[in-house]
């Protein structure tokens, strides 16, 4: 039996992948989490051999959710389920430790022979992704094409349009009335999906693409 655990901020999506996964023989669904930091929780409860984790959450996103539970629970498979088949997307969660990185509008067989392959110790890409992942690594394959404007939330464009002003941690917790430790979750997840090094990196890319452009 594969222990199954479904992460997602979309109840809708959890119910119907919850009512999917229940059906099939083989594959129980252990729990169901609505964030990243609920999953941690409930992993040290009911351990799960394969978890089914959404890209963009809010506070914890996949990337850092991924992470947690690789140093937690070593031995836990990690398949990201999500919308984003950009390759940084694609990269950030494999070098996060997942095995598998599938995309919502999937079918039923196809997430199935997923979660069977990352259990059997494989990995697992659809075609999609595959296809991506293969196009960000061959050098010059999108040039003469629109180079892709990374996506950031609001909370995370607000924090990356002052650490661009040059103000400290310190100071922007205080002006969006958010912690330290939340600012600095902001700006770790900004560099993880912007490929930065550092703060300066972060300034050369949002000039880059223009991200504070309304």
């Known amino acids: 039996m594969i222990r199954t655990m479904i992460v997602d901020d979309h109840q809708m999506l959890i119910d119907g992948l919850e009512m999917l996964l229940k059906r099939e023989p083989g594959i129980e669904v252990v729990a169901t989490v609505l964030n990243g930091q609920s999953a941690l929780e409930k992993l ?19 990337m850092e959710t991924c992470k947690l539970i690789k140093h937690k629970w070593p031995e836990t498979q990690v398949i990201a389920l999500t919308m984003h088949d950009e390759g940084q997307f694609i990269t950030a ?16 067989d196809e997430l199935i022979e997923a979660i069977k392959a990352v259990h059997n110790g494989k990995t697992f890409f659809t075609k999609e992704v595959t296809e991506s992942l293969m196009n960000s690594m061959i050098p010059g394959k999108e040039k003469g094409q629109k180079k892709y404007k990374p996506e950031i939330s609001d909370r ?5 349009e002052l650490i661009v002003q040059e103000f400290t941690t310190n100071e922007i917790a205080e002006k969006l009335f958010i912690s330290q430790n939340t600012v600095e979750s902001h700006r770790r997840h900004l560099l993880e999906k912007l490929g930065a090094r550092n703060s300066a990196g972060l300034v050369r890319i949002t000039m880059e693409f223009g991200l504070l452009e309304s």
């Open 44 to 62: 040290a409860v009911h351990p799960a051999d394969v978890v089914l984790l959404d890209v963009n959450m809010p506070e914890m996103d996949g």
């Open 93 to 108: 969660m494999l070098n996060s430790g997942a095995s598998g990185y599938v995309l919502k509008n999937t079918g039923k």
């Open 156 to 160: 995370e464009k607000e924090v990356l």
